[in-house]
């Protein structure tokens, strides 16, 4: 950063006006003190009576800036026009690691090696020290020693496949970096917050403490989630990185508005929601793509309960699926969406 995007920065900073997108999974939060409805829509404020991003994703930008949105519109537009000025794009190069050109075939494993022969035997991580060492390696760095160790590394790996399976999630990794860590979220399961645009802050993903607390308590709910309705299909053996695939999709799709939408702003967050409706229509013609009997009509009754909050919902939810062992139509559509994606460079 110059010295005029470090200052403009700072006021920015310190008119509240950097803030970052949180997408939350609110399971159930039962206090009625939480949700509010603005403008007839139902949303969420969290504990200082802020609109957090919950529920219904209806707001953006100005809409809840409060007092003084229009200074803080103005400076926004300031701090976006220099760093645009600041910052120069640079090409992107993996950083070199142990894990080579394989282009993330090696779905179980095959990462660690070990011995000096021509062709040391690769082992995987085996414990949540070593995972975090590999996942290091991509440039994101993960804490989950408040966490189960076993569903720590379940998660570990989870990170792992999504980033290194991806050449684009790869690359944007290596570039700005990702925290994925563990707390208590008093409710929620899990959160991913970012801004709307990544050279002013990293991608954040925090799990629940309490939620992942053990295996066991990880599979029943999956379970019961799933037969409620409120989540989608996942595998038994998936159940403990759920919510890690479901924030990873949050965080892939803030991937694709980055690169989608160069100039994207806070004050232009309009642009962001239109993207994500977009992204939503994009992977519904790939389930029409995949089973012709699948459209803009009957995709519902394959999609969970959370996934019809809003867009944003839509692509983890439809991640998560993809994830975790049970893909239906629609995960096996964002599937062959990321795949495209993926092609198109
Ligand atoms: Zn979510």
């Known amino acids: 950063m110059n010295w005029r995007v470090k200052a403009l920065w700072n006021l920015a900073e310190a008119f509240g006006v950097i803030r970052p997108v949180r997408d939350q999974t609110y399971p159930k939060d039962p206090n009625p003190e939480h949700w509010k409805t603005i403008n007839g829509s139902h949303v969420h404020m969290d504990k200082n009576g802020n609109y957090d991003g919950g529920a219904g994703g209806k707001f953006n930008g100005r809409h809840h800036y409060g007092p003084n949105w229009r200074q803080k519109a103005a400076l926004m537009n300031r701090l976006t026009a220099a760093l645009h000025k600041g910052i120069k794009p640079q090409n992107v190069v993996p950083k070199a690691t142990n894990q080579g050109n394989n282009g993330g075939k090696s779905r179980n494993g095959a990462i660690i ?43 570990a790996k989870e990170i792992y496949e999504v980033i290194s399976e991806n050449p684009k999630i790869a690359n944007f990794i290596n570039k700005y970096g990702v925290i994925v860590d563990a707390k208590p979220l008093g409710g929620a399961h899990g959160v991913t917050s970012y801004y709307l645009n990544p050279t002013f802050g990293k991608i954040r993903i925090t799990l629940d403490q309490k939620s992942h607390d053990s295996i066991e308590a990880a599979e029943k709910r999956a379970d019961l989630y799933e037969k409620s309705g409120f989540k989608m299909p996942c595998d038994k053996a998936h159940a403990p990185h759920y919510t890690e695939s479901h924030e990873l999709g949050h965080m892939i799709e803030a991937i694709v508005c980055y690169e989608r939408l160069k100039n994207a702003t806070w004050v232009t967050s309009k642009e962001f929601k239109q993207e994500t409706n977009k992204i939503k229509r994009e992977i519904i013609k790939c389930a029409k793509d995949i089973d012709p009997n699948t459209n803009f009509r009957n995709y519902k009754q394959y999609l969970s309960d959370y996934g019809k909050t809003n867009p944003r919902e839509f692509f983890a939810e439809c991640y998560a699926n993809y994830r975790c062992g049970k893909a239906n139509i629609l995960g096996k559509a964002i599937g062959l969406w990321i795949e495209r994606w993926n092609k198109n460079v």
Do not use: C, H
């Not at 021509?118 to 020693?145: C, H, I």
């Open 113 to 155: 090696n070990t011995g000096k022969g021509q062709n040391p035997k690769p082992r995987e991580p085996s414990s949540m020290g070593e995972w975090a060492t590999e996942l290091k390696k991509y440039g994101a760095d993960v804490n989950f020693s408040k966490i189960n160790d076993k569903v720590g590394m379940a998660n």
